[in-house]
């Protein structure tokens, strides 16, 4: 292996990267199996031929290493299928001729991670590689097959990234923010393919919907199960939600339906509406699934709970994840409200509720996190109001 001089490691770190968004984003079809490990473990089966046809399995990893959900979307033209492989169910809708891959999936996916992001979207490996040029201290390391460019930052955490020798296309991702899960992504590449179509299995039972559920936590007692889903169940309802949410530093106004959201805070607000997202002196054209990279871009952060709601996933799943333990830790009246307490543990994250019994929603929301000693590195707490 070849260690290139240390003067010439951060251009020559910066060519790679800028190397690779080129390559993906000249790309017009590919194939790949990516497997995400962190805090939830995760694989892709990903094809696609530019602009208008790909498939994408999503694998959901349990315990034990089987498959929680299993699940291929299609999209072939104007049109999205999905194929529930658990439950032998599928769907169908529209998903316009206006707008990326990944833009066009989401009517039925939601919000795709960066994994299959940046294979999906011609612009995005640049967009995410990019985030890393403001880090020093980057080395390259080359052989016959592969490139590897990383750094290790006091403090801060260690990033590698390898790259294909020859078409500097992304082959892993190792993300470590200290405080953090780390979280290592892997690219398989497969055969480029010509074709993608769709046609359900004989027997699959055609739906409007599918139920889209995490895998649970471990609980400690039949009572902490019951006060979780009686949770989870209030939310996956909702038609709307409006509420203020504070954590001691910046307060959130919220309104979420099935089709808006509107977020203000004394800093800057946003708002969505039939496809439209509006910020500042800005209005553009998307999809809700695109709604989090544009204000990433602006450096508009979203409330975590609007977050998932508009990636139709559910708030107390996000937050009592799969590998916690949960139990029934007390009752407190708030205002005139009782509310049950519940926490989640697990060795880097530790989640404490309230839970409303009227409506079993969220009244305050705590999230500590870890370090591999045991030491707490961060602490957020957030208290809600609805209206």
């Given at each position: 292996?070849?260690?290139?001089?240390?003067?010439?490691?951060?251009?020559n770190?910066?060519?790679?990267?800028?190397?690779?968004?080129?390559?993906?984003?000249?790309?017009?079809?590919?194939s790949?199996?990516?497997?995400v490990k962190?805090?939830?473990?995760?694989?892709?089966?990903?094809?696609?031929?530019?602009?208008?046809r790909?498939?994408?399995?999503?694998?959901?990893?349990?315990?034990?290493?089987?498959?929680?959900?299993?699940?291929?979307?299609?999209?072939?033209g104007?049109?999205?299928?999905?194929?529930?492989?658990?439950?032998?169910?599928?769907?169908e809708?529209?998903?316009?001729t206006?707008?990326?891959?990944a833009?066009?999936?989401?009517?039925?996916?939601?919000?795709?991670?960066?994994?299959?992001?940046?294979?999906?979207?011609?612009?995005?490996?640049?967009?995410y590689?990019?985030?890393?040029?403001?880090?020093?201290?980057?080395?390259?390391?080359?052989?016959?097959?592969?490139?590897?460019?990383?750094?290790?930052?006091k403090?801060?955490?260690?990033y590698?990234?390898?790259?294909?020798?020859?078409?500097?296309?992304?082959?892993?991702?190792d993300?470590?923010?200290?405080g953090?899960?780390?979280?290592?992504?892997?690219y398989?590449?497969?055969?480029?393919?010509?074709?993608?179509?769709?046609?359900?299995?004989?027997?699959?039972?055609?739906?409007?919907?599918?139920?889209d559920?995490?895998?649970?936590?471990?609980?400690?007692?039949?009572?902490?199960?019951?006060i979780?889903?009686?949770?989870v169940?209030?939310?996956?309802?909702?038609?709307?939600?409006?509420?203020?949410?504070?954590?001691?530093?910046?307060?959130?106004?919220?309104?979420?339906?099935?089709?808006?959201?509107?977020?203000?805070?004394?800093?800057?607000s946003?708002?969505?509406?039939?496809g439209?997202?509006?910020?500042?002196s800005?209005?553009?054209?998307?999809?809700?699934?695109?709604?989090e990279?544009?204000?990433?871009?602006?450096k508009?952060?979203?409330?975590?709970?609007?977050?998932?709601?508009?990636?139709?996933?559910?708030?107390?799943?996000r937050?009592?994840?799969?590998?916690?333990k949960?139990?029934?830790?007390g009752?407190?009246?708030?205002?005139?409200?009782?509310?049950?307490?519940?926490?989640?543990k697990s060795?880097?994250?530790?989640?404490?509720?309230?839970?409303?019994?009227?409506?079993?929603?969220?009244?305050?929301?705590?999230?500590?996190?870890?370090?591999?000693?045991?030491?707490?590195?961060?602490?957020?707490?957030?208290?809600?109001?609805?209206r």
């Open positions: 292996m070849i260690i290139l001089p240390l003067l010439a490691t951060q251009a770190a910066f060519a790679v990267f800028d190397s690779c968004a080129k390559t993906h984003a000249s790309l017009k079809a590919a790949a199996v990516i497997t962190g805090k939830a473990s995760s694989r892709y089966e990903v094809a696609f031929i530019q602009p208008d790909a498939r994408i399995r999503l694998s959901s990893v349990a315990a034990g290493g089987t498959a929680a959900s299993e699940r291929v979307f299609t999209l072939v104007s049109k999205v299928y999905g194929l529930d492989l658990k439950t032998n169910e599928w769907l809708r529209s998903a316009g206006t707008g990326n891959i833009y066009r999936l989401s009517s039925v996916v939601g919000q795709l991670d960066d994994p299959a992001n940046i294979l999906l979207i011609p612009s995005r490996a640049k967009d590689l990019g985030l890393f040029k403001t880090m020093p201290g980057w080395v390259v390391s080359r052989n016959s097959s592969d490139i590897t460019v990383s750094t290790s930052l403090n801060i955490g260690d590698s990234f390898k790259f294909r020798a020859d078409d500097k296309r992304l082959l892993s991702a993300i470590h923010t200290r953090q899960t780390r979280t290592v992504w892997t398989n590449y497969r055969t480029t393919p010509t074709s993608i179509a769709f046609t359900p299995p004989a027997r699959a039972r055609k739906v409007a919907m599918f139920q559920r995490a895998a649970p936590p471990a609980f400690e007692s039949k009572a902490a199960q019951a979780y889903q009686a949770s169940g209030a939310y996956r309802k909702l038609p709307n939600l409006n509420y203020t949410v504070t954590d001691g530093i910046t307060t959130f106004d919220v309104n979420f339906t099935r089709n808006s959201a509107i977020q203000k805070n004394r800093l800057y946003f708002s969505y509406s039939n439209s997202l509006a910020f500042g800005k209005s553009i054209k998307c999809n809700a699934a695109d709604i990279l544009h204000l990433e871009r602006a508009i952060g979203v409330e975590p709970v609007l977050k998932a709601l508009i990636n139709h996933k559910n708030p107390v799943e937050l009592l994840t799969q590998g916690m949960v139990r029934v830790i009752n407190l009246k708030i205002g005139q409200v009782m509310n049950d307490l519940i926490e989640g060795k880097e994250y530790r989640v404490m509720l309230a839970i409303r019994r009227d409506t079993h929603l969220i009244s305050s929301a705590t999230s500590e996190n870890y370090d591999g000693k045991g030491n707490r590195v961060a602490r957020v707490e957030r208290r809600f109001t609805y």
